[in-house]
C-alpha cells in the first residue's frame, strides 16, 4: 500500500513510519521536511494530495497542543487543558462515525484515541509510566490501516 503519513516526525509519526516500515511504500509528510505541508492551509493539503496520488491510506498524526484554562482559550489554541481537547475528540469521533456510512468506493475512515504518550510526558517533566509509548500507539494507527475497521474510534491503550 501506498501511505501518506502526515506528521511524519513527530512523537507518534515516527513511531508509525517504524511500525510500517518494509511493509508499505509510505510517503512522509511534515511541516519542515521531505514533503511539506501546512495542516493549517488547505492549499497546501490539496497540492499534496495532487503530488502523490494515487495513495491508499492517509493517517495524520500532526497536531498543536496548548495547555491553558477554558476562559484563556483563543481560535489560535484550539487544544488546552482537557474541555478543549475533549471538544476537537467528541467532535472527530462524531465525524468518523457519519463519515463512514457516506464513503464512496468502499473507503474507510477511522480515529485513533491514543492516551498520553509516555515520551510527551517525559518531556514535559511529567511521570512516563501515566502514559504509553508512542509504538505501543502506533499499533492502533496500524491497525486502522491494515485491519478492516470502519467508521471506529479506536483507543490505543487495547493495542498495547
Known amino acids: 500500500m ?9 512523537t507518534i509519526g515516527k513511531a ?6 518494509g511493509r508499505h511504500e509510505l510517503i512522509r509528510v511534515t511541516r519542515k521536511l521531505g514533503i511539506k505541508v501546512d495542516i493549517e492551509d488547505s492549499r497546501s493539503i490539496k497540492q499534496l494530495f495532487e503530488n502523490v496520488k494515487p495513495i491508499d491510506a492517509v493517517v495524520c498524526c500532526a497536531g498543536r497542543t496548548v495547555f491553558r484554562p477554558l476562559p484563556q482559550l483563543t481560535d489560535d489554541e484550539p487544544m488546552a487543558g482537557g474541555a478543549a ?4 475528540n467528541a467532535g472527530l469521533e462524531g465525524f468518523v462515525l457519519g463519515a463512514s456510512v457516506e464513503m464512496p468506493r468502499s473507503l474507510r475512515v477511522n480515529v485513533v484515541n491514543p492516551p498520553w504518550i509516555s515520551e510527551t510526558l517525559k518531556a514535559l517533566d511529567m511521570d512516563p509510566s501515566l502514559g504509553i509509548t508512542a509504538a505501543a500507539a502506533a499499533k492502533a494507527y496500524v491497525a486502522a490501516i491494515e485491519g478492516n475497521y470502519n467508521g471506529q474510534t479506536l483507543d ?4 498495547v
Open 2 to 10: 501506498k501511505v501518506v503519513v502526515i506528521g511524519a516526525t513527530g
Open 16 to 21: 508509525l513510519v517504524t511500525a510500517l516500515g
Open 85 to 88: 481537547i475533549s471538544m476537537v
Open 156 to 159: 490505543a491503550r487495547k493495542f
